[in-house]
């Protein structure tokens, strides 16, 4: 089975802090994707990836940025974490033409 | 643009009773659609899928037809049980939508004894 790791499942971390969520997926899947679940709005699409050093914004990419250097690794980025930055990070990835895979989540508190 | 609209929650439903959660969508072209599920304290998982016009994705008795003449791909289980207690997300993926998928908010459906 495909398996999308996200370092973290719980992290507090202060206001103006710089903020990084990893997550690994390990099927060699060309498209990554960071969302964010918050009650009520469902899932909103932060960034996604198709390929090495690629990138593109979705929904809601102001305050995030990503870095993706290796095929099996997307990170992303809260330059300087703001209150209104906490909730559920998802990370998710999949291959061309097939559905997602999810990794657990990480619920971050920014304080 | 593409997009989901499911029916809101929360559902609460005694063990054995009949769940239908709706899911209607809007697409240019012919998308796939999925059902997920959230488990609590978990990540998404796929559920079922169905790829084109008139195919009924199956999955732990979960049901779902892809009806495109009313845009609908409603969600279905005969008898709930307490483990089926979770948030439930419809979804699109298309020729108009690259890579990503679009997310309805979510049902939540508990389960009681």
């Known amino acids: 089975d495909v398996k999308v790791t996200q370092s973290s499942r719980y992290l507090v971390k202060r206001t103006g802090e710089k903020v990084f969520l990893e997550c690994v997926q390990d099927?060699?899947?060309?498209?990554m994707f960071w969302y964010r679940q918050d009650p009520g709005l469902g899932l909103r699409l932060i960034y996604f990836?198709?390929?090495?050093?690629?990138?593109e914004k979705g929904d809601i990419p102001e305050g995030y940025s990503v870095s993706r250097e290796k095929k099996e690794r997307f990170s992303l980025i809260l330059e300087s974490a703001s209150t209104n930055q906490t909730s559920m990070y998802l990370c998710?990835?999949?291959?061309?033409?097939?559905?997602?895979?999810f990794g657990s989540g990480t619920r971050l508190t920014v304080v | 643009g593409d997009s989901v609209t499911q029916m809101e929650g929360p559902v609460t439903l005694s063990e054995e009773a009949f769940l239908t959660i709706n899911c209607t969508y809007t697409a240019t072209g012919y998308p796939s659609l999925f059902w997920y599920v959230q488990y609590p304290g978990e990540g998404l998982q796929l559920l079922l899928k169905a790829t084109k016009a008139d195919d009924k994705g199956s999955n732990k008795g979960f049901e779902a037809t892809y009806r495109k003449e009313t845009t609908s791909f409603h969600l279905e289980k005969g008898s709930v049980q307490v483990s089926d207690s979770a948030v439930y997300f419809c979804?699109?993926?298309?020729?108009?939508?690259?890579?990503?998928?679009?997310f309805g908010t979510g049902t939540s459906l508990t389960v009681i004894p």
């Open positions: 990836s198709y390929d090495v050093k690629m990138k």
């Open positions: 979804a699109l993926s298309g020729p108009n939508t690259g890579n990503q998928f679009y």
């Open positions: 099927m060699d899947h060309e498209n």
């Open positions: 998710a990835s999949r291959p061309v033409a097939r559905g997602y895979t």
